[in-house]
């Protein structure tokens, strides 16, 4: 298992970002959005929503499903705005929306500035960062092995056709098309997930670009939220990108086998999301924060491009109505919630760690019960 990290996260996605309209509304079926989002501007507190939350597009699909189920059953309306975990982690950090979304779990650092006080990290969903391409002659997916894969990126493989990939596609005749490499330009836990797996196994990424939510991009085009990313890949032949598995499918991109810590070439799949999560849970202390990595996870069939996400939440909040609503969705989230997400391309948490989640609902409450 990949060794984790509790107190400083070291080691270490297409629907995109809905732009000011309350996910309640929102169709999870819906396959494109639009880009373009100011994440320093407040997520809008319109539509007579209950409460109010920003940040990551990697779960947003889920999240959309997942707000309007509960506003029909609940009467609760939540307005999110999907304007990556950057923008999420600010907003919340600044106490202009009730709750964040992030992909990338917060540092000490950020923590230590939130001006609400103590932020709790709940993890809800495990996904995968799929490699997509477009190579439209090709009628089977390439492998692609970690450190192929950092030197694509990092500018050092530049034809389809270098005899690196080629080592890893015997009988496979490759084109020697450019490589236009596409890369998130906003701050995203897109990203940190996919750099966090690139330093996990190549020493030259670590100590160059690294891993972040943002980092300085050696080569290529870079577009806005995971459906920029898409886009890239669904018009240029030649192009290679990293997006969230839900997007990869809803735009229907080819996705490459990577070779994960076991040496096995696996696609990117919820079962190989739930296989890199499995050891997690038994492998926690009591004390954890849950601020947890499974990049490129120990286990034959583990996907190595996978982490779980998670909402950011006030220990202490202001408002003791809005406490309690949060409170209520977390664990309906963690219940009723958990039991569909493999519909959209997502892992549901392991049972044990959902009941743990469940139980450290009670560490939250209004700022005058504390």
């Known amino acids: 298992m990949e060794r984790i990290v509790t107190h400083s996260f070291i080691r270490i996605a297409a629907v995109g970002a809905l732009t000011g309209a309350s996910l309640v509304a929102a169709a999870c079926s819906s396959g494109e959005s ?18 109010t939350g920003a940040g990551a597009t990697f779960p947003q699909p889920i999240y959309s499903k997942w707000f309007s189920e509960y506003a029909a059953q609940k009467g609760i309306k939540i307005n999110y705005q999907a304007i990556g975990s950057g923008g999420g982690i600010r907003q919340l950090s600044e106490q202009t929306v009730d709750f964040g979304a992030s992909d990338a ?20 969903v495990i996904g995968a960062v799929a490699i997509a391409y477009n190579l439209p002659n090709l009628t089977q997916p390439i492998r692609l092995s970690g450190p192929v894969a950092a030197d694509i990126f ?142 490129n996870a120990a286990g034959p069939t583990s996907y190595p491009i996978a982490s779980f996400t998670w909402l950011l939440v006030y220990r202490n909040m202001p408002d003791a109505t809005k406490a309690k609503q949060l409170t209520d969705f977390l664990r309906w989230a963690l219940t009723d919630g958990e039991q569909e997400v493999s519909t959209l ?26």
Request: charged residues 15%; hydrophobic residues 40%.
């Open 34 to 51: 639009k880009g373009g989002v100011d994440t320093n501007r407040p997520a809008a507190r319109g539509g007579g929503a209950d409460l």
């Open 105 to 124: 779990p917060m540092t000490d650092e950020e923590m230590a500035k939130a001006r609400g006080g103590p932020i709790m990290h709940f993890p809800t």
């Open 154 to 295: 990092l500018g050092k493989i530049t034809k389809w056709s270098d005899s690196r990939i080629a080592s890893l596609n015997p009988g496979v005749k490759l084109p020697s098309t450019d490589i236009l490499v596409g890369h998130r330009t906003d701050a995203s836990g897109t990203t940190f997930i996919f750099t966090s797996y690139l330093a996990a196994v190549s020493p030259e990424w670590k100590s160059g670009p690294s891993a972040a939510k943002a980092v300085q991009w050696p080569v290529g085009l870079g577009g806005k939220g995971n459906e920029g990313v898409a886009g890239t890949i669904k018009q240029t032949p030649g192009a290679i990108g990293y997006v969230e598995l839900a997007y990869a499918k809803q735009n229907r991109l080819t996705t490459a086998l990577v070779q994960n810590a076991a040496g096995q070439f696996v696609a990117p799949s919820v079962e190989g999301a739930t296989a890199a999560a499995q050891g997690a849970v038994s492998a926690l202390p009591k004390n954890t924060d849950y601020r947890i990595s499974i990049i």
């Open 345 to 370: 391309d997502y892992a549901p948490l392991p049972a044990s760690m959902s009941m743990a989640l469940i139980a450290r609902l009670d560490s939250l409450g209004p700022a005058s019960a504390k």
